[in-house]
């Protein structure tokens, strides 16, 4: 009843699209961490202007679906001189949309560390960079990791909705071969299983510095 | 250099919002004089600690240490102004702060707890460092467990590196905010052996503490304070043995019958 | 330059946009709790295939993304002879979705009860219902509390996918609106305030039971 030739048929371009979602992942992952890093940074200098700013962008970003972002700077854009290519549009979408989940996981982290630590770094003389780099940033990345893993597995998943605006990443390439073969079971489980494992390989690694980065707590 | 004085602290007032913690506080400490502060909870002995070495802004009066006003500066027209950071920072090299809940850095080992603040602050080289640490750890008697992570240790020991880490910086003045209250009763001798000892060794010392007897045992002065003023002060035999103050005789009495409960149990 | 007075006339049909939106969401929540309880139960279990089973299911189902499994639903069902009418085919991918994540959270408050507890509650002589009953669906369920608000508010964002196999709901709204008027900026910008305004709102009202039940 399964006809995996189907697959072995359009080999290179089920290749091609698991190499865009992996590129869109990993570009927009990387891009939001250091968004979200900068995001924690402003929230750190606080003021009465950043503050606010910052529970906003927290706020309109994790509150409304990421394909009204993607739709709204997709279809929208060229009507106020943004011409972007639809890979633009996700990489930076998918950014934009998991910084403000990164910037609320520092800021947990960073909250989580007893005010009493800072406390003797500065009494020690150390400058409020070197009590970052040395006191605070060690144990955020110790008490982030994990939910750092777990949300970059969700914006992994997340990528398969730049499918909608027509970026050729695996779930689109699976929907086209489907039409075309007018076969729907044989591309679409290997969609699921291709995203399951990605899944459960990046879960594994997280799982794994994880453990290396809090020796300090459990022994 | 040799200043009258290792702490002056003038008229003191420390305000969070309309609470008024501190109010008008005069105090002097000498090189090599061991001063204990007493009183009961909220009575503002922590806050004035922490008003030296500027963990807590103070909002009127003044600190010195050494000679030098510590914040604050005053611009030509007399008005305070407050003093940037960094200076803040190096005015207050001599003075190192020992704290209720420790305040190790819990991802670094012992030695590098110790040896961290010496290499950034000073920039004293890696090996140099490590054997300055490792010296100052032997001294309270913590050597043994240079390689240990500080969540391995009891309280005591813990409290004891926290002592070793100040003490590496070569401060002239500690501040101790109530070193034992965190501990179980067993190990609070341990720790109060090692203030003793710098006591006997002539250092500055400014103690908040809940424990009468040390307290009367290593103290030049004994100052209580009573919701933000200081109520008496003195040596410590004639505060403890002939209270002039009814506060001090109604803190004592309690503080005694506390003690007599529990001998009883 | 915009013209956000061209989305009065039409706010009728977002707004029964945003009301089949809820629908699918709310009936979703529901329904995934009833199954995630019997994940729960299942995972919790003594029957180790039934434990395994479970575990599967939940590592799938929250391993791959909601979209693929939308797809699943409404593209590879059909083809193995199962038909479902496009609402019911939504909820019912929602629910399965929504069931792995609730599992999970039902899973770690239970664990997270001191064994001590039941120890207890035995020794004082209540039935083993009477102690979920009585001591442990209530800490429970204020312990899940957060966890569910969240999921709830994730549900109702990735409902914004059902709009991609056609059902009629605030996103796909705003979408033929958007083609229809040549005024995507408007739509989407007005569509995003609904949800902004449903998800704030959800979260709002999970902080309020959250502090009831604290203080109860």
């Given at each position: 009843m399964i006809d995996f030739n189907l697959l072995a048929e359009h080999r290179e371009a089920i290749l091609a699209g698991v190499w865009m979602t992996?590129?869109?992942?990993?570009?927009?992952?990387?891009?939001?961490?250091?968004?979200?890093?900068?995001?924690?940074?402003?929230?750190?200098?606080?003021?009465?202007?950043?503050v606010p700013l910052y529970h906003a962008y927290v706020a309109l970003f994790r509150g409304t679906p990421l394909l009204v972002q993607l739709f709204l700077v997709f279809y929208g854009g060229p009507y106020i001189g943004l011409e972007w290519s639809a890979e633009r549009v996700g990489l930076v979408g998918l950014a934009l949309y998991g910084a403000a989940y990164f910037a609320e996981i520092f800021r947990a982290g960073r909250e989580a560390i007893p005010r009493g630590q800072i406390e003797s770094a500065r009494d020690l003389g150390?400058?409020?960079?070197?009590?970052?780099?040395?006191?605070?940033?060690?144990?955020?990345?110790?008490?982030?990791?994990?939910?750092?893993?777990?949300?970059?597995?969700?914006?992994?998943?997340?990528?398969?909705?730049?499918?909608?605006i027509t970026v050729a990443e695996?779930?689109?390439?699976?929907?086209?071969?489907?039409?075309?073969?007018?076969?729907?079971?044989?591309?679409?489980?290997?969609?699921?299983?291709?995203?399951?494992?990605?899944?459960?390989?990046?879960?594994?690694?997280?799982?794994?510095?994880?453990?290396?980065?809090?020796?300090?707590?459990?022994? | 250099m040799s200043q009258p004085y290792a702490i002056e602290i003038r008229n003191l007032h420390k305000h969070y919002g309309a609470h008024h913690v501190l109010k008008g506080i005069d105090l002097d400490i000498r090189p090599g004089e061991v001063v204990s502060i007493i009183g009961g909870s909220g009575s503002g002995k922590s806050t004035l600690l922490r008003c030296v070495n500027f963990l807590e802004e103070y909002t009127g009066g003044e600190v010195l240490v050494n000679g030098r006003m510590i914040g604050y500066g005053s611009s030509v027209t007399g008005e305070p102004y407050r003093l940037p950071e960094q200076t803040i920072r190096e005015s207050l090299t001599d003075v190192c702060m020992v704290f209720q809940q420790f305040n190790l850095w819990p991802h670094m080992r012992v030695l590098d707890n110790v040896a961290a603040p010496l290499r950034l602050v000073k920039g004293v080289r890696k090996a140099e460092a490590y054997e300055r640490a490792q010296a100052q750890l032997e001294r309270v008697g913590m050597g043994h467990k240079a390689a240990s992570y500080p969540g391995q240790l009891s309280g005591g020991q813990q409290q004891r590196v926290a002592i070793a880490r100040a003490l590496t910086m070569q401060p002239s003045i500690m501040l101790f905010d109530e070193p034992t209250s965190a501990l179980d009763p067993e190990l609070v001798g341990e720790v109060l052996n090692v203030i003793r000892d710098l006591a006997h060794a002539g250092m500055t010392l400014a103690i908040v503490t809940h424990e009468m007897g040390f307290a009367a045992r290593v103290s030049d002065k004994v100052v209580f304070l009573a919701e933000g003023r200081i109520e008496e002060q003195g040596a410590p035999r004639e505060l403890f043995n002939t209270p002039q103050s009814a506060r001090l005789q109604q803190f004592l009495t309690s503080w005694n019958e506390r003690q007599g409960s529990l001998a009883m149990a | 330059m915009f013209d956000f007075t061209a989305v009065i006339p039409h706010l009728p049909q977002l707004l029964v946009g945003l009301a089949s939106t809820l629908l699918v969401s709310l009936s979703a929540i529901a329904l995934g709790l009833v199954l995630g309880w019997a994940i729960c139960l299942g995972l919790t279990g003594h029957r180790a295939w039934l434990r395994r089973v479970c575990a599967v299911y939940v590592s799938f189902f929250r391993g791959t993304p909601l979209l693929v499994q939308l797809i699943l639903v409404f593209y590879a069902l059909p083809a193995v002879g199962i038909s479902l009418p496009p609402l019911a085919a939504a909820v019912l991918a929602l629910t399965l979705n929504s069931a792995a994540f609730q599992g999970e959270i039902l899973r770690s408050g239970f664990q997270m009860l001191p064994k001590g507890q039941l120890e207890a509650a035995r020794d004082l002589g209540l039935s083993p219902l009477?102690?979920?009953?009585?001591?442990?669906?209530?800490?429970?369920?204020?312990?899940?509390?957060?966890?569910?608000?969240?999921?709830?508010?994730?549900?109702?964002?990735?409902?914004?996918?059902v709009s991609a196999v056609a059902v009629h709901e605030l996103m796909r709204t705003a979408q033929t609106l958007a083609s229809t008027t040549y005024r995507p900026i408007e739509f989407f910008a007005v569509a995003g305030l609904l949800y902004l305004l449903v998800t704030l709102c959800t979260g709002r009202l999970g902080s309020w039971l959250e502090s009831r039940l604290r203080t109860a």
């Open positions: 992996v590129k869109m992942s990993a570009g927009g992952i990387s891009l939001g961490l250091l968004l979200g890093l900068a995001l924690h940074g402003l929230r750190q200098l606080g003021g009465i202007w950043l150390l400058s409020p960079g070197q009590t970052f780099r040395v006191v605070l940033w060690p144990q955020m990345l110790a008490r982030c990791l994990a939910p750092l893993v777990g949300q970059t597995v969700i914006l992994v998943k997340e990528s398969s909705v730049l499918s909608i695996l779930t689109n390439v699976a929907m086209t071969i489907a039409t075309q073969s007018y076969s729907m079971l044989e591309p679409y489980a290997v969609l699921a299983l291709a995203y399951w494992a990605i899944a459960i390989v990046v879960a594994a690694t997280g799982a794994r510095l994880e453990r290396h980065f809090t020796q300090y707590q459990c022994r | - | 009477q102690t979920l009953l009585h001591v442990q669906i209530p800490q429970v369920l204020r312990s899940m509390l957060p966890a569910l608000t969240n999921e709830t508010i994730d549900i109702i964002k990735n409902s914004a996918l």
